[in-house]
């Protein structure tokens, strides 16, 4: 079992940045690829980014590759997104979530709450 935390959503003006944070307890994550995923209300669930917590690979959809930037601290068992020249397409809940090595994105073992990032024009 793994508990996630999401945490750093708001309010941003567009252009602006965020960071946000996903903490993870109750287990290693060393088998695992931590992503990043957003939900608009009216929406599909949109794959953002991902990182493989063993090796630190990264993989980026198009629509944020350039902008956002994943990465994790090992030691505190934290994952980040920073956010960067912001969008008023941006806004949406973001989560994360776990998957095993092999699973596909989308195919989650765990997940978070959640965490609002609004960005207005």
């Known amino acids: 079992q793994v508990d996630l935390g999401e945490s750093g959503g708001g309010l941003v003006q567009a252009g602006g940045s965020l960071r946000l944070s996903c903490a993870a307890s109750?287990?290693?994550?060393?088998?695992?690829?931590i992503d990043w995923f957003r939900q608009a209300p009216g929406k599909e669930r949109e794959f953002v980014a991902a990182?493989?917590?063993?090796?630190?690979?990264?993989y980026y959809a198009d629509c944020v590759k350039g902008r956002f930037t994943i990465s994790r601290d090992t030691a505190k068992n934290t994952v980040y997104l920073q956010m960067s020249s912001l969008k008023p397409e941006d806004t949406a809940a973001y989560y994360c979530?776990?998957?095993?090595?092999?699973?596909?994105?989308?195919?989650?073992?765990?997940w978070g709450q959640g965490t609002q990032v609004t960005v207005s024009s």
């Open positions: 109750g287990g290693t994550l060393s088998s695992y690829i």
């Open positions: 990182i493989s917590w063993s090796g630190g690979s990264t």
């Open positions: 979530a776990v998957r095993s090595v092999g699973r596909p994105i989308g195919l989650y073992d765990y």
